[in-house]
């Protein structure tokens, strides 16, 4: 039976003192747990499911190590009231049944983890609008000889950022799990096109561009390309990322609700709207000479 409940009421408050475990798993002998001290900041309800119809507490929780104090988000379930006897392994009738209870939890957060089937790689589809922009700025680049000036405008971190704030403005109910994964997503999709834009994004006629605006600039190449780079990222993600190899148990179901954030993206992207005014048109590309002197002059 699942440890998670509904309340009406936080059950811990702030500037209570608070207990949660952790867990030393020897698979090859006795495993072992103990709890740490903490304390309350602050108590927040959230949305668990995109229907709002369930929610939990969860709250911010101050943990004074030895040498700086952390602050992390935890689940009411993980927290335990705080007993003297249970922070010092004492044992008794109630810190038995609270370690129970916290091998409970444990165990069960490991089961759904395993139950999620986490796919080989990202499963995508490219939207039909999007496959057309790639194939037109490929005859661009490739066959004519043409290339963008940069910087683009909106950037690859304009565009992001504005899809993110418009899905969280229409899905006012989102949960607090999907709002993460959404966050995850943003976070490493901007890192991916940093670092994996040269190597595996650009055709080799527009490396020379990219050394002079890159290399030798100040700017992240978030902050200077645009949605025709951004494209070419998201539908080459499946080759990029393995996620099996990422699909550790207490971040499978972030990797699972990726695909659907991407795709959102990719949907959001492919709309007539947005092609029209993020993607440059053909008379904006230029041979690489006229790109390239400009910039020296």
Not at 67 to 76: C, G, I, N, R
Not at 154 to 165: A, C, G, L, Q, Y
Not at 190 to 200: A, D, I
Request: aromatic share 10%; glycine share 4%.
């Amino acid at each position: 039976m699942s440890e998670r409940k509904e309340r009406t009421r936080a059950l811990f408050k702030k500037g209570q003192k608070c207990l949660t475990p952790r867990f030393e798993v020897d698979y090859g002998g006795e495993d072992r747990i103990h709890f740490e001290q903490g304390e309350v900041m602050r108590a927040e309800k959230r949305v668990l499911d995109d229907n709002g119809e369930e929610s939990m507490y969860f709250y911010l929780i101050k943990f004074s190590g030895s040498k700086k104090a952390t602050e992390v988000w935890m689940e009411e379930p993980d927290l335990f009231k705080y007993d003297v006897d249970l922070l010092h392994d004492v044992s008794t009738e109630a810190t038995l049944e609270a370690k129970r209870r916290a091998w409970r939890i444990y165990k069960e957060k490991k089961e759904q983890m395993r139950m999620i089937d986490v796919p080989e790689h990202l499963r995508l589809r490219v939207p039909p609008r999007m496959k057309k922009e790639l194939y037109d700025e490929y005859v661009s680049v490739v066959e004519c000889g043409q290339i963008l000036p940069l910087p683009r405008a909106p950037t690859v971190s304009d565009i992001v950022e504005n899809w993110n704030k418009k899905v969280v403005e229409e899905v006012e109910s989102m949960s607090f799990e999907t709002r993460e994964a959404v966050a995850i997503v943003v976070k490493n999709l901007l890192e991916y096109f940093n670092l994996g834009l040269r190597q595996f994004l650009l055709y080799r006629s527009e490396l020379p561009l990219y050394d002079k605006v890159i290399v030798e600039g100040e700017k992240e190449p978030v902050d200077v390309y645009g949605a025709e780079h951004l494209v070419r990222l998201l539908v080459k993600l499946p080759e990029l990322v393995c996620v099996r190899m990422m699909a550790l148990p207490d971040n499978a179901k972030y990797i699972v609700m990726a695909e659907d954030v991407i795709q959102d993206l990719m949907s959001y992207l492919s709309q007539p709207e947005q092609l029209e005014t993020l993607f440059a048109p053909s008379q904006e590309y230029k041979q690489c000479y006229e790109v390239m002197s400009h910039i020296a002059t």
